[in-house]
């Protein structure tokens, strides 16, 4: 069986590619480890459309149904996973304490994400 692509060619279309590079929006969410307290990881939730377009644009994910991206909050770009998050409907991004620090981010507060798929 022909997939798309070899039957596009076959008429001289090129099927139009599926986006590898998404913004989305949203606040800083904390994740506190529940056995001793003061463990601590940051997240942006990565959901709705957005969620759906990456699963759509991914393919198949690495272990954990992670995907690599590429990432810029403000003026800092970084090299990170997207982690699934079944609860939250979509993908975690995880914020590490440089990047928080460098853009001034706390739990809540509001930041845009540019996401490359890699």
Do not use: C, N, Y
């Not at 139009?16 to 601590?40: I, L, M, N, Y």
């Not at 997207?82 to 930041?111: H, I, N, Q, V």
Request: charged letters at 25%.
């Amino acid at each position: 069986m022909k997939d798309l692509a070899a039957i596009a060619a076959e008429f001289g279309d090129d099927p139009e590619p599926a986006p590898r590079t998404f913004s989305h929006s949203g606040t800083v969410w904390r994740w506190q480890a529940e056995k001793d307290g003061t463990a601590a990881w940051f997240f942006l939730v990565i959901d709705g459309e957005t969620a759906q377009a990456i699963r759509a644009a991914a393919g198949p994910r690495r272990g954990f149904g992670s995907v690599k991206v590429k990432a810029r909050i403000g003026r800092t770009a970084f090299a990170t996973s997207l982690f699934p998050a079944k609860d939250k409907g979509g993908f975690l991004l995880p914020l590490k304490a440089s990047l928080r620090k460098a853009e001034k981010l706390d739990e809540g507060s509001a930041t845009t994400a540019t996401i490359e798929l890699t």
